[in-house]
């Protein structure tokens, strides 16, 4: 039974789950939903995910909403990247908490308003650069010495903590700040099967961004 995931190139909550299933070698195909001309904000997809957001997984008459939740979702399908103990399942689920509350939310956001909403510089973006950065502190601390975050392999920790790392000059990081979480991103590029996320989901470049 193949998985259908809605999303679109520019998200990296999207791309977590779209990696994971990359990563699996999963029967999986991605459904553009066109988030910059407005879609999320419609009736029709309204009714597919009420919040409003990507991503949503499609697995026969299962729907699922929110990158976490369908993490796990895939883990359980995919238990190369469960955690195989209840000590790891805990941490794996520390880590992913973490994430979306204090590196994804920071992260996303910044780059939104950056690269997109295109805000420049303001007491916002100061504000979350600021949260972002101390979320990086501590993930380059945690990783030294590590060459994944919970487990010695990839779980689905990595790869929600990974989903907005691979575009470091959208949100004005140099990872040779980091040499940790660098190493950890090379490790992550290294897997077989590995895809950008501008190149793994539809929607880039943006026609706008086209040079005429």
């Keep these: 039974m193949s998985y ?3 999303c679109f190139a520019q998200s990296g909550n999207a791309y977590k789950a779209a ?3 990359q990563l699996a070698g999963a029967d999986w195909t991605p459904r553009f939903v066109d988030f910059f001309n407005g879609e ?5 997809y309204r009714a597919i995910n009420p919040m409003g957001e990507v991503p949503v997984l499609r697995h ?3 729907q699922l909403s929110q990158s976490g939740v369908i993490l796990d979702y895939l883990a359980a399908q ?3 990247f469960a955690p195989t103990t209840e000590d790891e399942r805990r941490e794996n689920l520390r880590w992913i908490l973490f994430d979306n509350h204090k590196l994804t939310a920071n992260i996303a956001t910044l780059r939104f308003l950056l690269q997109f909403a295109k805000t420049g510089e303001t007491p916002v973006t100061a504000f979350l650069r600021g949260r972002m950065l101390a979320a990086l502190k501590i993930l380059e601390a945690h990783l030294a010495g590590r060459r994944y975050v919970v487990a010695d392999r990839l779980t689905t920790a990595d790869l929600s903590l990974c989903g907005y790392l691979f575009w470091p000059a959208e949100f004005g990081v140099d990872w040779a700040d980091y ?3 660098h190493a950890w991103l090379q490790r992550i590029q290294g897997q077989p099967g590995w895809v950008a996320p501008y190149d793994l989901m539809p929607g880039h470049p943006r026609p706008q961004d086209v040079a005429g």
């Design 4 to 6: 259908q995931l809605f």
């Design 19 to 21: 990696l994971l299933l």
């Design 179 to 181: 040499p940790a979480i």
């Design 78 to 80: 995919f238990p190369q």
């Design 60 to 62: 026969g008459e299962l």
């Design 40 to 44: 999320t904000r419609t009736p029709d």
